[in-house]
């Protein structure tokens, strides 16, 4: 146990009386006893007479007497001795009381205890450096000193009693720590006596509390020294947790039996109420311990932190909150110049703290972790001005990047021109990049005045104030932002612009360009003090309270500070909103952006925007939020090509559905394969007239849909349509719900290309979209076109183009041969032909006799090995006349026509044949069947 070095008030020792000898037994007196025997024989002898022989008995009664009276004597001198002995142990027992009162004051003033300070609040924070911590009172050796007494058993008591000190403050060195060993109830109390011995003692500053204060600690979240962040950091560990590594001071308290913390040489057992054992440095004492019930704790905290805002200039904690409204009550920010932007945000120390947006700006920086109260500071600020500015003055546009939430107490207040969130990332980018269009009509508001900036008079425009929480995460999702803000930044001083960036972190967040034209910086508590040095300077902003006792504390730096100043930031509530929205004026703020597209337009409401171009037609309406203006969206033969893709119910098909229905001449590719093939063969050969529409229709799907070599080429026909259709004059209109390979060749002839919605990012992008314009939400015909986002006007109803079946072929020649597998198909259009007249045979009987067939129709019919085989028959009916080659028997055309192109494609399984006449290239035919085929007849 720490002795504490004191001494009494009085140096000089105390003396105690011997302790009485008695003195030697006196001799015998032999002299005088025989001188009256002597006498008395002299006497008888003289006298004769017997009687003198008397005198001979006072010789033993004098030697007897003597030695009576000088017992006697000696018994006198012993109880005198006796009691001068008992007095003057009296005085020395009297004067050692005094001494230890004296000396236990002086050591109780030295290391005083909670008892102490209640007693002597004058004493409180007088402690200077972190020395012993007083654990309970005790007995101690005392610096009282005795001399004399010896043999004396009671001056022995009165020495023992003299050299140990009852009621004495027992102290351990508080950087050692301290364990409190007990029950709950118990040991929390005592913990909680230490903890308060060691605020009373050192003032906030000297002593910081650190670490979590949950439970039964959260007490200490009152305590000034929680959010103080410099001195000696005392940390107040429950059970079963850990001691903070940084912790210079650790008051612990675990429950019987557990393993004891390390880092806590004392450790204090609570045996009873208000009695302990304490064991440090293998001693052990018992003490009379302190114990503070919770209540009283608080109480104490509470004061202290009164007193810390008094006399430190330390605010309130989170415990006893700073509100607006008693600021805004002391009139805080009532006389300010005209033109500028005062508002109150909170206290340094005890005074209001005002900063100005402009005098001090003209934009501001926020930074705080999560939890440090970076919100609530937005939100006072902004209702702060609001009291005390018409919205004819100031507006504020407000995004919440950090769930959406944030700000929705102010959304009825007038000044407030718009709430923009991370919920809807389309309406916030376009809403941030409006406020370029919003920079140009300042300017030219201020140029007609003939003003300089909107400081003149003549200017009659509010201030616009844009407070972003969490700018990092509005980065993230929309990086190409951050040159809207440099701008903004930039040039918003002279035309009454202001940016108000919340952020958790600003190193590596906000670009030096921007960073730069931010003077005003207000840093809540932050992790990392490459932050605090980023924007304040100094790496105080880290050294912050974490906790509920930091939630709130900030320092502020202004352009004329040469160092941050602590403020505690005051928060608002709904009396203050209140206030705000009576403060409105009579006028309504203009919203810096337009509405948002509709998500449905009707062609009719294109149409009554205004005239239409000549030989225009019309698409939609574009939303231009950098200019604040939403024109309505055309296509022209000048466009040449335009190339609309989506995903699945996107509305592709109705923007080609669209412009189809308002195009004085189209051609729109059918759906069936076979017409297909023959518009394309046809559009090749012949460009469409010039003022012609012509609509290509699921251009990825043609891309699978056809065997390879017909696919390679239609798709080199394609490429000739696209083309020649431009140069011709005509505008190509096609969609695509993909990209393929194929798809992505031809798209290179479209100057202008439709992006509709795709259900993915991946998609969006692997069309040719930008990642960062993706928008989940967006309805059927949104688009971006031309780097705006469009919405596509509904197509008008209208009715589908049929097509009339086309009749089965018969032959009509004398001579036809049909190259055709057996097969039931077959089979049945043969009997068809037959039954019409025509004679069918084989090539057997057909070569053995020729001439028994020349009368009327006649069909030469047989399996492409039978016709190789009669090559002479197969060379005469290829040159002279009528030749049917099936499509099952495709693979052997080009060997028995010597057909070197590509055929009419057939849709497979639909009774097909190619006719080639005399020699001429083949044409498609329908053979019959039962179905009666009901598509086109022939084509080339």
Known sequence: MDDVGATTLDDDPLTLPPAWTAPARPPLPVVAAIVP?????????????????????????????????????????????SVEAARARDRVAAAVVERHDAERAQLWLRHPDIAHFDAREDDVW??????????????????????????????????????????????????????????????????????????????????????????????????????????????????????????????????????????????????????????????????????????????????????????????????????????RAEGAAGSQPDGGLPAVIGRAGTAPFIVDLVQDGPHAVVAGVTGSGKSELLITWILSLCATRSADEVTFLLADFK????????????????VITDLDGSGARRAIESLRAELRRRESTIAAAGARDILDPRVRLPRLVVVVDEFAALLADHPELHGVFADLAARGRALGIHLVLGTQRAAGVIRDNLLANCPL????????????????????????????????????????????????????????????????????????????????????????????????????IADEPERQRQPVVVLSPADRALLVLGGPGSGVSNVLDLVSAQAPRSIRMPADGERVWDAVTALAEQPPAAGTLLVLDDLDALATRFPAEYGHALWERLDTVVRRAGEAGALVLAGAHRVPGQVARLAELFPRRLLLPYPTRMDHAAAGGDPSSFDPAAPAGRGRLDGRT????????????????????????????????????????LAVWQASGARVCGLDEYAADPSATADGRVVLTGEPEDWQRHWRVLADVRGDHDLVVDTSCAPELRVLVGFRGVPPYCEPGRGRAWLMSAGADPVRIVLPAPDSGRTVGASR
């Open 521 to 620: 910086r207000l840093s809540l508590r932050v992790t990392d003090p490459t932050d605090s040095r980023a924007l304040l300077g100094v790496d105080d902003a880290a050294l912050l309270p974490g906790g509920v006792a930091g939630r709130g504390s900030a320092l502020v730096r202004r352009a004329a500070d040469a160092q941050p100043v602590p403020v505690r930031i005051a928060l608002s509530g709904p009396d203050d909103v209140a206030a705000a929205a009576l403060r409105g004026g009579e006028g309504t703020s203009l919203k810096p952006w337009l509405p948002e597209l509709p998500r449905q337009v009707l062609l009719s409401e294109l149409a009554a925007r205004g005239p239409v171009p000549l030989r225009s037609l019309l698409l939609g």
């Open 403 to 418: 769930g959406g939430t944030a700000f929705d107490a102010l959304a009825g207040v007038p000044h407030v021109v718009g």
């Open 126 to 327: 007088r402690g200077g450096p972190v020395g012993p911590i007083v654990v309970g009172a005790g007995e101690r050796s005392s610096t009282v000193r005795i001399t004399g007494g010896d043999g004396d058993p009671q001056s022995a008591a009165v020495r023992r009693s003299a050299a140990r000190l009852n009621g004495a403050p027992v102290a351990v060195p508080a950087e050692g720590g301290v364990v409190v060993v007990g029950a709950d109830i118990l040991a929390a109390a005592v913990q909680r006596a230490l903890v308060l011995q060691l605020c009373l003692a050192h003032a906030p500053g000297d002593v910081c509390v650190v670490g979590p204060c949950e439970g039964e600690s959260a007490w200490a979240q009152d305590l000034p020294h929680r959010a103080a962040g410099t001195g000696a950091r005392l940390a107040i560990v429950g059970p079963g947790c850990r001691v903070p590594a940084d912790a210079d001071i650790a008051i612990a308290r675990c429950r019987p039996g557990d393993p004891l913390p390390p880092r806590c040489a004392a450790v204090v057992t609570v045996t009873s109420p208000g009695a302990a054992r304490v064991e440090h440095a293998g001693e052990s004492v018992d003490v009379e311990v302190e114990a503070v019930s919770l209540a009283q704790a608080r109480a104490v905290a509470v004061r202290l932190a009164a007193r810390a805002e008094h006399s430190l200039g330390i605010a309130r904690d989170a415990s006893a909150p700073i509100t607006l409204a008693e600021l």
């Open 790 to 829: 469009i919405q596509v006007a509904l197509s008008p109803a209208q009715p589908r183009e049929t097509h009339a079946a086309a009749e089965p072929w018969e032959p009509s020649a004398r001579l036809t041969g049909v190259v055709a597998r057996r097969s039931p198909s077959s089979r049945h259009a």
């Open 37 to 81: 025997v002597v006498g008395a024989v002299a006497l008888w002898l003289v006298t004769g007479s017997v009687f003198t022989l008397w005198f001979a008995l006072l010789g033993p009664l004098i030697a007897a007497a003597t030695l009576l009276d000088a017992r006697r004597a000696s018994r006198r001198d012993g109880r005198r001795a």
